[in-house]
C-alpha cells in the first residue's frame, strides 16, 4: 500500500453557485497520487490555492512513508522491523493502540505482526515461498510479543516484525481530512485508493456517494464496475476484499494476501468484499480486514453481535450470483 507515486495532476478550482439558502462555498479540487496509489480530494478550503494545498499533502504522503512503508527500507518502520531502532513516532504508536482495540474483537484474526506470514506468501513485496514453514514462522507472530514502553518498542523476540498495511492507509485518509479542517473545510471528501473520509456535503449541496466496487477476481477497473453505492456525511468508509491481491498455486488453489494469524494460512473464504462505515477511515480499514479475516460465517456472526456496526458484506452464491448482507445500521447509508 505504501509504495512511491509518481506527481498528480491538479484539477480545477469548481466555480461558485447558489444553494436555495444562499451562496454555495467553493470547492478546491485536487487529483494525483499519494500512497503510491491514486488521490481525491474536494473540499470548500479557505484561504489556499489548489497548488498550495496538493503541496501539502503531498509533504503528508513524504511523512506517512518515512514513518510507515514497509516498502521504503529507509522507513522508521522497516528500522524497527530490522532492530535498528527501537524508537516509535506518533504514527506508529497510534496504530498500535488502535490494533489492540480492534484485536480484542477479533478472536486473534486482526493482528499486526503478521508481517513475516505475508512475505512468506510472497505479498508485502518478497518473493512467495513455495510451501512456507509456517509452524516456524508463527513463534513469533503475536500482538502480545509486542509492546511500547516510555516511547520505546519492546519485542519478545527480535524476529517479530510489525505491518501496518491493514490500517495505514485509514489513518492517512483521516490525517488528510484534519488537513483540509485545517484549512477551513466544513465540507470535503478525501479519498485515497478509495478508501474515504468525508464531512458535509458535496457542491451540488448533496450527501457525499461513494461506490462500493463488485468484487470479481482481478477487477482493477476502478469503479467501472460497482455493486452498489453509499451515501454519507460524515465518517470514514473503507472496503477490504481479496479480488485484487491473490495468485493461484501449483495446485490451483487461491493465495490472498489476507493471512489469519491464528493458522498462519490465507484466510479465503465466500466472504469477497468487506465494506464498513465508521467515524473514522482508521477505525473502517481495521475493522473490514477483521470481518475478511474471520471468514463468511464467523464474520456474519460478530456482525450480528454488533448492532452498531455499519457493515456491508459481499459473498459468493450460487453460480455466478452474489450474496450480500447489510447490518441494520448500514441500511440507511445504502442507495437504492
Not at 522491523?81 to 488502535?98: G, P, W, Y
Not at 489492540?100 to 505479498?123: N, Q
Not at 505491518?163 to 470535503?188: H, I, M, P, R, T
Request: a negative charge; one cysteine or more; hydrophobic letters at 45%.
Amino acid at each position: 500500500m505504501l509504495k512511491k507515486g509518481i506527481c498528480g495532476v491538479l484539477a480545477a478550482l469548481v466555480a461558485a453557485a447558489f444553494w436555495s439558502c444562499g451562496r454555495r462555498p467553493a470547492y478546491v479540487s485536487v487529483d494525483g497520487v499519494m500512497l503510491g496509489t491514486t488521490l481525491h480530494v474536494a473540499a470548500d478550503v479557505r484561504g489556499v490555492s489548489p497548488q498550495e494545498l496538493y503541496a501539502a499533502v503531498m509533504e503528508l504522503d513524504r511523512e506517512a512513508k518515512a514513518s510507515m512503508s514497509i516498502y521504503d527500507p529507509a522507513s522508521l518502520l522497516s528500522r524497527l522491523n530490522r532492530n535498528e531502532t527501537d524508537s516509535v513516532d506518533s504514527h506508529i504508536a497510534f496504530n498500535l493502540r488502535l490494533a489492540d482495540s480492534i484485536g480484542s474483537l477479533s478472536g486473534g484474526r486482526y493482528d499486526v505482526t503478521v508481517k513475516p506470514l505475508v512475505e512468506a506468501w510472497g505479498f508485502a513485496g518478497k518473493e512467495r515461498v513455495e510451501r512456507p514453514n509456517v509452524d516456524s514462522i508463527l513463534e513469533f507472530v503475536g500482538r502480545e510479543k509486542v509492546r511500547i514502553e516510555a516511547g520505546r518498542l519492546v519485542k519478545d523476540d527480535p524476529r517479530v516484525q510489525l505491518d501496518f498495511n491493514s490500517v495505514a492507509k485509514g489513518y492517512v485518509v483521516d490525517l488528510l481530512a484534519a488537513l483540509v479542517e485545517k484549512y477551513g473545510a466544513g465540507n470535503y471528501i478525501v479519498d485515497v485508493g478509495g478508501e474515504v473520509r468525508c464531512r458535509g456535503v458535496n457542491p451540488r449541496g448533496d450527501a457525499w456517494r461513494i461506490g462500493i466496487e463488485t468484487p470479481f477476481d482481478g477487477n482493477m477497473t476502478n469503479g467501472e464496475y460497482l455493486q452498489k453505492r453509499v451515501r454519507m456525511h460524515d465518517g470514514g468508509l473503507a472496503t477490504s476484499g481479496n479480488y485484487r491481491r491473490f495468485y493461484l498455486d501449483a495446485e490451483g488453489n487461491k493465495i490472498a494476501h489476507t493471512i489469519d494469524p491464528r493458522t498462519g494460512c490465507s484466510a479465503v473464504s465466500r466472504l469477497l468484499s468487506v465494506t464498513v462505515a465508521a467515524p473514522t477511515c482508521a477505525e473502517a480499514d481495521a475493522l473490514g480486514t477483521m470481518f475478511l479475516a474471520m471468514g463468511a460465517d464467523d464474520a456474519l456472526a460478530a456482525a450480528a453481535a454488533m448492532p452498531e456496526a455499519k457493515v456491508y458484506f459481499i459473498l459468493a452464491g450460487d453460480g455466478d450470483e452474489y450474496e450480500e448482507y447489510v447490518s441494520p445500521a448500514m441500511e440507511a447509508l445504502i442507495l437504492q
